[in-house]
């Protein structure tokens, strides 16, 4: 998307750093895929938050990178990420994890998922494109729908990585 080639090599090494996270946390810190289940559906009832909320509630606009994301839809987002808490308590996603560290996680990672959203909103307005593709017509093509995962991911390794939740 970028018009300028200096950007191509970073945007390579992170998008491959974004992949290789995905990996690790898909098959490095247990032996199923309650962790990677976990950050891909809060990114997921982020995504459909911030859309249902931000259409039926409207409201003043967020930022001018990306015109249609709305205060309300911010909220939105907020919300039903953390219709995740009872989901996990539910399905037993994370055994040993608090309410508190769950609620954090969470918020965090939903946080980076937005702003991961409204960065590539941000470039797509840049190269002065609309949809990423056609696959997903009238949702802004298949990078609409992964593009906050690409930072959450990320930081939900690091956060692991670290052990600042004690997750694993």
Same mark, same amino acid.
């Given at each position: =998307?970028? $018009? @300028?080639?200096?950007?191509? +090599?970073? &945007?390579? !090494?992170?998008?491959?750093?974004? /992949?290789?996270?995905?990996? $690790?946390?898909?098959?490095?810190? %247990?032996?199923?895929?309650s962790i990677?289940? @976990?950050?891909?559906?809060?990114?997921?009832? %982020?995504?459909?938050?911030?859309?249902?909320? &931000? $259409?039926?509630?409207?409201?003043?606009?967020?930022?001018?990178?990306?015109? #249609?994301?709305?205060?309300?839809?911010?909220?939105?987002?907020? +919300?039903?990420?953390?219709?995740?808490?009872?989901? #996990?308590?539910?399905?037993?996603?994370?055994?040993?994890?608090?309410?508190?560290? /769950? =609620?954090? +996680?969470?918020l965090? !990672?939903?946080?980076?998922?937005?702003?991961?959203?409204?960065?590539?909103?941000?470039?797509k307005?840049l190269?002065?494109?609309?949809?990423?593709? $056609?696959?997903?017509?009238?949702?802004?093509?298949? @990078?609409?729908?992964?593009?906050? =995962?690409?930072?959450?991911?990320?930081?939900?390794?690091? =956060?692991?990585?670290? #052990?600042?939740?004690?997750?694993?």
């Amino acid at each position: =998307m970028s $018009k @300028l080639k200096s950007y191509y +090599f970073i &945007g390579f !090494v992170y998008l491959f750093f974004s /992949l290789f996270c995905v990996y $690790k946390l898909r098959f490095n810190f %247990t032996n199923d895929a309650s962790i990677f289940l @976990l950050i891909t559906i809060i990114c997921i009832l %982020t995504d459909i938050g911030g859309f249902i909320f &931000g $259409k039926i509630f409207k409201g003043p606009k967020l930022t001018k990178y990306s015109p #249609n994301k709305t205060y309300s839809g911010l909220f939105g987002s907020f +919300f039903l990420s953390f219709s995740i808490i009872p989901i #996990n308590f539910f399905f037993n996603f994370l055994n040993d994890i608090t309410l508190i560290k /769950l =609620m954090i +996680f969470t918020l965090i !990672v939903s946080a980076t998922s937005q702003l991961g959203d409204i960065f590539i909103s941000y470039f797509k307005r840049l190269s002065s494109i609309k949809d990423t593709g $056609k696959i997903i017509p009238g949702h802004g093509g298949l @990078l609409d729908r992964i593009d906050g =995962m690409i930072f959450a991911f990320p930081i939900a390794y690091l =956060m692991i990585f670290f #052990n600042l939740f004690e997750i694993v």
